[in-house]
Each structure stands twice: as C-alpha cells, then as structure tokens.
C-alpha cells in the first residue's frame, strides 16, 4: 500500500480482523491479530506530500478505526479534524464502541450514519449519544419499515433528541474542506431485507478510495452493478460480515480492493468471514 515516496500508509492493528491484500496474490489471506483488552483494527492513513510541494498537514489529517466489538458494524472516521461514525454497533457492545471512541479521542461526532435498522448497527447510538454531542444522523432514504409503518432509525433518533437526515444515491456529505461521504446505493427498495437496503458509502481521500458496504448482499450489489455504478475501490469494507450472502464473485471482481475488511466475531457466528469470501 506504499506506492510511491509522497504518499505514506500505516496499519496499526490491535485487533482480531481479516484483511485482504491483494499484493500477495488473488487469495484473500486470512491475519488473525489480538489485542489484550478490547478487541479493535486501527487502520490509520496519513499522506504526505512530497517534491517540494507544501499543503496544509490538516488536509492530511485522516483515519479510520474498524472497532470489532463483536459481530456489529462501529466504524470511526477522523478527517481533518473531524470525527465521524459509521454504525454504532449492537446495545452490548457499546462500552467497546465506547473504549474505541475514546482511543481515538473523539470530542464531539459531526455525524453519525446508520447503514440500516437492524439492531447490530444502530444498538449502540444511545450510549454514543449521551457520551458525545452529535451533529447529524444520516440513513437512508430507502428503508424498511415495521409492520404498523413506522421506521427504527426515525423512532430512535426522535427519542434521543437527534437531528436526522435521509440520504438518495447521488447526494454527499461534505467532511472536510476537500473530503466528502458520497452515497451511491440504495438504489432501489429490497422489502424481504434490510440488509438490501443498506447505506453504501464512499470516500475518496487523497486520490484513493474507500467503500463501506453496510450489511449488502447480492440483491443491493446486482442492483448497483445493474446501474453502473462505479465500484473499483482501494480499500472496501465487506458487506454483511463475510456471510455467504454477500460479496459475490462479480461484485468482488468488480471492486477489486487492495485492502478489505470483515467487521465479525466467528465465535459467535461460524457462518461468517465464510471461506468463499476469503476465497
């Protein structure tokens, strides 16, 4: 992931994670790491630039930490100065969200986006909420709703007192002076999963990019290959845990990252990081 004398990328880990690198060949290998305490990936990126060149250190400034915090979705996004967090991770698993949230000392969140309804990503926004002031909640605007019509993320953030936003692929959210969060799926409604309807992120940073896939799975993929869509992406984080579900091979092939990363606990669910995704 060092390419070029200008650019420079560290990879901290602390954690148990699975990452794909493609420089040791088409195989996803599988790196096991542990930490002592509480089990995160910090994956810091910090660009330098070089040739004579000068530019802000703060236009720089960027990392992401992958909390595991078991089988959930907490991603913490700092950016030039900034913090912001994908998913909030289950109800039990906040005081690790919180441990992580802390590590990367974190003041205040700008926003905070919701992939989707389901419990293991949004579990932990009350706990996050009354620890830190929160600018914005994001979801998206194709979303499943409960049997007497009301949504999960819209009843949440109300009763917390949260100011939320519905995002459409093709719409941004600015981070930064020269960063912003681009929605590129959901595309079309999925009423047999949530999990379809997940909020796709991207994000480009100093000419390299990064796609968060929530929890899809090949409905949302098909859909977004069906539109398109632009997915090549240096780094990618896997959509639905590594389940057999997700991450078909078109898709995979599609977004041919350098780097990708399962968010999961396979005590808790042997079914993910599935072999056929780590193959």
């Known amino acids: 992931f060092i390419d070029t004398p200008d650019k420079l990328f560290f990879i901290l880990v602390f954690s148990f994670c699975f990452c794909y690198n493609k420089n040791t060949g ?33 236009a720089d400034d960027f990392a992401v930490m992958f909390a595991n915090a078991g089988r959930c979705d907490a991603i913490i996004v ?33 926003a905070v986006f919701l992939t989707h309804t389901h419990k293991d990503h949004i579990g932990g926004l009350a706990a996050v909420a009354q620890r830190y002031e929160i600018g914005c909640v994001y979801a998206a605007e194709i979303s499943h709703n409960k049997k007497d019509g009301s949504n999960a993320i819209t009843e949440l953030t109300a009763e917390l007192g949260l100011h939320l936003r519905r995002l459409k692929a093709g719409e941004a959210v600015k981070a930064g002076d020269s960063l912003r969060f681009e929605v590129i799926g959901p595309l079309e409604y ?10 796709v992120l991207s994000l480009w940073v100093n000419g390299r990019r990064l796609l968060f896939a929530g929890d899809m799975q090949f409905a949302e993929e098909k859909s977004l290959m069906r539109g398109s869509v632009p997915l090549s992406a240096d780094v990618l984080k896997v959509g639905n845990h590594g389940n057999p579900d997700a991450t078909g091979d078109s898709f995979a092939a599609a977004v041919s990252p350098e780097l990708a990363f399962i968010t999961t606990d396979t005590q808790q669910d042997k079914n993910s990081a599935n072999e056929r995704v780590v193959a």
Not at 35 to 45: K, V
Not at 79 to 99: N, W
Request: hydrophobic share 35%.
């Open 78 to 110: 700092r950016a030039q100065g900034k913090f912001y967090m994908i998913d909030t991770g289950l109800k039990e698993s906040a005081p690790k969200v919180l441990r992580a949230l802390d590590c990367m000392q974190v003041d205040k969140l700008t």
């Open 26 to 58: 088409r195989d996803l290998k599988l790196k096991r790491f542990c930490s002592g305490f509480f089990c995160l990936l910090f994956f810091a990126c910090m660009f330098m630039t070089g040739c004579g060149e000068t530019q802000d250190s703060k």
């Open 190 to 199: 999925n009423e047999e999963d949530d999990n379809d309807n997940s909020l």
